[in-house]
């Protein structure tokens, strides 16, 4: 058996029509939309990430500003940027790029983005409000997971989900997310006994870790969906996920790939609650 591939391809360029078209709306009737990334470490990795998002913004009809702060910027810098940026009105969406200089914590700081704003949900606040079932703009990359399985027709209702992951970026909200899809949902991680046994009792296995490879194929059960939000950086400057696609692929029914399945369906949603926030 070999798993189906649930690509992101067509879920990508369908999110950013839809967001051109309204980019374009906006921009007609005097409200062209404005995204801040607000960055402040010499990262390379990240330098990348954020030039890709700049581009891919462009070419939706979203002006992008990089507000470099630099790798020495303090906790007060980060916040008194942040919080000016939440009250300037050319702009519509505020991104917080991590790492940040070593003692900012990323959390705390990310409390001054406005709510409006958040469309990457970093403030805490917005997880809150997504925990409680309020609106609130979901970070990208959880929102990302739930959208995909949409997109391929997945069922969730009554389905058992494992998230293996923990971060409030990516594991928690992506519970939240398929909580309100009516999944039944169970969060793993470093700490969790025995993670194959409860991963291969789940219809859906969500890995989200950060190790390369980490689920393999005793932790999936035949046919399972596998949603691979991992993105880690290989040797030859290529991308491998958190699910050992080789081994998984023989016994899963489905499987998202890296790269083409959830990183640019997460690129697509940024740019799309940026027309969402400037459209408010
Ligand atoms: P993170 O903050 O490092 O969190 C990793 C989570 O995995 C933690 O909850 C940790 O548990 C858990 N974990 C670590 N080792 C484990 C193990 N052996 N068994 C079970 N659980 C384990 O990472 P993240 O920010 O959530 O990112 C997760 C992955 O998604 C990374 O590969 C990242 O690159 C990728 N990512 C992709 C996108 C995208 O756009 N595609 C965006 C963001 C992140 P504890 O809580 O107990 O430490």
Known sequence: MSATVLSGKELTAAIRAETTAKAAELTAAGTPPKLAVVVATADESSAWYVRSIA???????ITCDI???????????????????????????????????????AQ???LSIALEKDIDGANPLSLGRLAAGLPAFAPA?????????????????????????????????AAHLLLEKNA???????????????????????????????????????GAVVVDVGTNPTDDGGLVGDVDAASVAEKAGALTPVPGGVGPVTTALLLQHTVQAAAR
């Open 67 to 105: 507000v470099d702060l630099g790798p020495a910027a303090s906790d007060m810098d980060i916040r008194h940027k942040l919080a000016s940026l939440s009250v300037d009105e050319s702009v519509h969406g505020v991104i917080l790029q991590t790492p940040l200089p070593d003692g900012v914590n």
């Open 184 to 222: 039944t949902v169970t969060v793993c991680h470093s700490r969790t006994k025995d993670l194959a046994a409860v991963t291969s009792a789940a219809d859906v296995v969500v890995a989200a870790v950060g190790r390369a490879g980490l689920v393999t194929a005793e932790h999936v059960a035949p």
């Open 108 to 110: 705390d700081v990310a």
């Open 55 to 61: 581009k891919a913004a462009t070419k939706v009809g």
């Open 141 to 173: 990359t959880a929102e990302a997971v739930v959208r995909i399985l949409d997109h391929h027709q997945i069922e969730l209702t009554g389905r058992h989900v494992a998230v293996v992951g923990r971060s409030t970026v990516v594991g928690k909200p």
